[in-house]
C-alpha cells in the first residue's frame, strides 16, 4: 500500500525526490505552453529549466485540482473516489526548513500515488498564523527598528503592522512550496485568519459556550512573563534539577539559582515558640496566608487553629490549618507554608480552608504593592534574595541546601513559569477526550506506528481542562462580551460567567444580552474579551473549515470531509492530532481523518529539533540551489537570534 510505498521512499534521500519537483507557481487561468520535447536532448541536466517549466504547465492544466461533484457527473465519473489530506500549517513566522520538507516530500508521494491510482485527489495547502510566535517576531522588529513597544501604537495599529508583516512575509512559504513541487491545489489555499476560518471560529465558540462546554473560571494559570500571556499545560517543558544550578531566566543579566531548599521560621503569635517550614520559591512568602500541618502529628496538633505573625506585613491574618491530603508529616519539617495565590496545591488548600488569596505578582513578573513596600516594583528573583537578606536580618532564616526540583519552563521562552489567578476561558475536555480514546481503541482511527496509541491513551484519560485564553493582540479575538446593565449589573465581573455573553458579531452578542437578562438593547453596554484564542484552537477546526463549515452547504464539505489520511511529526500529536479528533468529533459528530500517519523529527548534528528561535534551521532551498557563506551569515542577521548567538554564529 502506500503507506509501505512510503517507507521504502524514506530510506532514501528525501532531499532528491524534493530536488526532481522544484518549480514556481502560475495561476491555472494561465496559459502556459507544453515544454517542446521535439529539441535533442541536453547531454547535462539542468534541474532548474526542466522543473520549472514543466511544473508551471502542471498548475496551468489543472492537473493538482480535483474534479467537483457536478465534473464527476457530467464526465461519467461518479463511482471516482476521492482521497483527501490536509497540510499541517507552517506558521507565517518564518520559512520551511528541512525538517518541513519531510511532511511535503512524505504528503506529496501519497497524494501523487492516488492521483495515479484514479482517485480524485486534493491536498491542501495553508498557512497558520501562529499567535504567540507572530506577535513575538513583530515586537522584536518594531523596537529593532522603530524602538516602539506596541503598547505605544495600541491594540488597532499593532494589528496592522502584523497584517502587513504577513502580506511581506507570508507568501515565502507558498513560494517554497511552490519551488519543491508540492501538487496542492492552490485555489484552496487557506490562513488561519482569513475571514472563512474566523466564522468558524466565531460559530464553534458559540456552540460550545451554549452547551456549556466552554466556561470561565478564576483559577491559576501557567503564566509566561516574558510573553505577558497564559499557556496550556502541554506548552509548559520541566527542567529537572539534582543540584544547585544556576539557570539563564529571560529579563535577567545574570543566571539564577535554582535547586536549593530555604528553611525559615514563622513566629506564633502571642507567643515565644516558631514554627520552621522551606520553601524552593522564597519570594512566594510574600503572598502567604497560613502554613499547613498533618492533623496527626503530635508536633504541631496544639498549634492548630493558632495566629502567625508574617514578618513583613504583621497585620495580615494567618493561621496553623490541618491538611492530612497537603502534608506528608515525614518529609521536611512536617510544616508547609501556604501561598493560595500561587500554587497549585496550595491554591486547593486555600479553598477548602477559606484563606485569602493575595498575588504579590504583575504580568512582568514583579513584586506588586501586595508584596510590600521594600519589595514593590522588583523583579521577582531579585525580590528572592532580598527576602532572604531581610529574614536573616529578623533571625529567621535557618539555612538553605540542595534540593532535587522539577523547574516548570515555557517552551517557547524557556522563561520560568508562574501560577498566577486569572479569569479564563477553558474548554471541557472530558468528554471529548472519552470519545478520543474510544475511536482509537475501536479502531475507527488508526494510528501509524501503534506504539504512540499508548501515548494518546495515556495524555487523554488524564487531560486537564484547556485553557483557551491568551493575552495577546494578534489572534482570533474572543466573541465573548461582558455586560453592563444599570439596575442589574451595575458593576460587571469579569470572573462570574453569569455576565458575559456570546455572539458571531456585537448585534447578536446584544440581542443574546437583552434575551437573556429580559432588558431593552438600548440599556445595554457591552464590552468585548480583550483576549485572543489559542493558535491551537482554531488550527483544531481545520479538517472541517478547511472544507467550508459552518456552511454545511458548501460542496467541499459534502465531497471532501472527512479527509483520508493526516500525516504530520510525532511531536504535535497533542497541540494539534487529539485536538483535532476531539473537536470534529464534537462539532460535527465525524472523524476528521481516518489515519493517522506520524513521521520522526528531523534534527540537527547536536540532537536538536530544528527550530527559527534556535536558529539551527536550513532553508531547503539552500541545498537545492546553494548558498554562499555570506549570504548565510546574512539571513543569520535577519533572523530571531539575539545578538549574542549572532556573534557565536560569525564565529564559527
Known amino acids: 500500500g502506500v503507506l509501505d510505498l512510503m517507507q521504502k521512499l524514506l530510506s532514501r534521500h528525501f532531499i532528491n525526490y524534493s530536488r526532481i519537483l522544484t518549480g514556481f507557481m502560475v495561476e491555472s487561468s494561465q496559459a502556459v505552453p507544453k515544454k517542446d520535447l521535439s529539441k535533442e536532448i541536453p547531454k547535462s541536466y539542468d534541474p532548474k529549466e526542466v522543473e520549472s517549466k514543466w511544473y508551471d504547465w502542471w498548475v496551468s492544466q489543472g492537473y493538482f485540482k480535483p474534479l467537483s461533484a457536478a465534473e464527476k457527473k457530467e464526465q461519467g465519473k461518479e463511482d471516482m473516489k476521492n482521497y483527501t489530506i490536509l497540510i499541517p500549517p507552517p506558521n507565517v513566522t518564518g520559512a520551511l526548513h528541512v525538517g518541513h520538507v519531510l511532511f511535503v516530500a512524505v504528503q506529496d508521494c501519497m497524494i501523487r500515488w492516488k492521483r495515479m491510482k484514479g482517485f480524485n485527489t486534493v491536498w491542501i495547502p495553508g498557512t497558520d498564523h501562529a499567535g504567540i510566535a507572530t506577535q513575538s517576531v513583530v515586537e522584536r522588529e518594531l523596537m529593532k527598528k522603530e524602538k516602539l513597544r506596541r503598547e505605544d501604537l495600541g491594540r488597532e495599529e499593532f494589528v496592522k503592522k502584523v497584517w502587513q508583516w504577513r502580506e511581506q512575509k507570508g507568501g515565502h512559504i507558498l513560494n517554497q512550496l511552490h519551488q519543491l513541487g508540492a501538487s496542492v491545489d492552490w485555489g484552496r489555499t487557506f490562513f488561519t485568519m482569513d475571514d472563512d476560518r474566523a466564522k468558524a471560529v466565531a460559530e464553534s465558540f458559540c456552540i460550545m459556550f451554549e452547551r456549556g462546554h466552554i466556561y470561565r473560571k478564576h483559577r491559576l494559570v501557567n503564566w509566561c512573563c516574558a510573553l505577558q500571556t497564559a499557556i496550556s499545560d502541554i506548552e509548559v517543558d520541566y527542567v529537572e534539577l539534582d543540584k544547585p544550578t544556576d539557570l539563564f531566566v529571560p529579563g535577567y543579566e545574570k543566571k539564577i539559582e535554582f535547586g536549593t531548599l530555604t528553611h525559615f521560621l514563622y513566629k506564633i503569635k502571642g507567643e515565644e515558640t516558631t514554627i520552621e517550614v522551606a520553601t524552593t520559591r522564597l519570594e512566594t512568602m510574600l503572598g502567604d496566608t497560613a502554613v499547613a500541618v498533618h492533623p496527626e502529628d503530635e508536633r504541631y496538633k496544639h498549634l492548630i487553629g493558632k495566629e502567625l505573625i508574617h514578618p513583613f506585613h504583621p497585620d495580615r491574618k494567618m493561621v496553623i490549618v490541618a491538611d492530612s491530603e497537603l502534608v506528608d508529616m515525614k518529609f521536611g519539617t512536617g510544616a508547609v507554608k501556604i501561598t493560595p495565590a500561587h500554587d497549585p496545591n496550595d491554591y486547593n488548600c486555600g479553598v477548602k480552608h477559606n484563606l485569602e488569596f493575595i498575588n504579590i505578582l504583575d504580568e512582568n513578573g514583579n513584586i506588586n504593592v501586595n508584596g510590600g513596600e521594600t519589595f514593590k516594583g522588583m523583579k521577582r528573583f531579585d525580590a528572592r534574595k532580598l527576602v532572604y537578606k531581610e529574614l536573616d536580618k529578623l533571625g529567621l532564616i535557618k539555612g538553605k541546601k540542595p534540593h532535587k526540583m522539577s523547574i516548570a519552563t515555557c517552551s517557547r521562552t524557556k522563561d520560568i513559569i508562574e501560577p498566577i489567578l486569572k479569569p479564563q476561558w477553558y474548554v471541557d475536555c472530558k468528554e471529548m477526550a472519552a470519545r478520543a480514546v474510544k475511536v482509537v481503541k475501536d479502531k475507527e482511527l488508526v494510528i501509524i506506528p501503534e506504539n504512540f496509541e499508548d501515548t494518546w491513551f495515556s495524555w487523554l484519560e488524564n487531560i486537564k481542562d484547556w485553557c483557551i485564553s491568551r493575552q495577546l493582540w494578534w489572534g482570533h479575538r474572543i466573541p465573548a462580551y461582558l455586560c453592563k446593565i444599570p439596575g442589574k449589573i451595575d ?162
Open 491 to 652: 458593576e460587571p465581573d469579569t470572573r462570574n460567567q453569569e455576565h458575559w455573553v456570546c455572539g458571531k458579531t456585537y448585534e447578536e452578542a446584544l440581542e443574546k444580552a437583552a434575551t437573556k437578562f429580559g432588558v431593552e438593547k438600548e440599556k445595554i453596554e457591552l464590552s468585548q474579551d480583550e483576549d485572543v484564542l489559542d493558535t491551537w484552537y482554531s488550527s483544531g477546526l481545520l479538517p472541517f473549515s478547511a472544507c467550508g463549515w459552518p456552511n454545511k452547504e458548501h460542496p467541499d464539505y459534502d465531497q471532501f470531509f472527512p479527509s483520508d489520511l493526516l500525516e504530520t511529526g510525532h511531536d504535535i500529536l497533542f497541540f494539534w492530532v487529539a485536538r483535532m479528533v476531539m473537536m470534529t468529533l464534537y462539532l460535527t459528530d465525524k472523524l476528521p481523518f481516518k489515519t493517522v500517519y506520524l513521521h520522526n523529527i528531523i534534527k540537527d548534528s547536536n540532537g536538536q529539533k530544528m527550530s527559527k528561535a534556535k536558529g539551527n534551521v536550513v532553508d531547503p532551498l539552500d541545498i537545492i540551489k546553494g548558498c554562499s557563506l555570506e549570504k548565510l551569515i546574512e539571513k543569520m542577521k535577519e533572523s530571531n537570534l539575539s545578538e549574542k548567538e549572532i556573534k557565536k554564529g560569525k564565529c564559527c
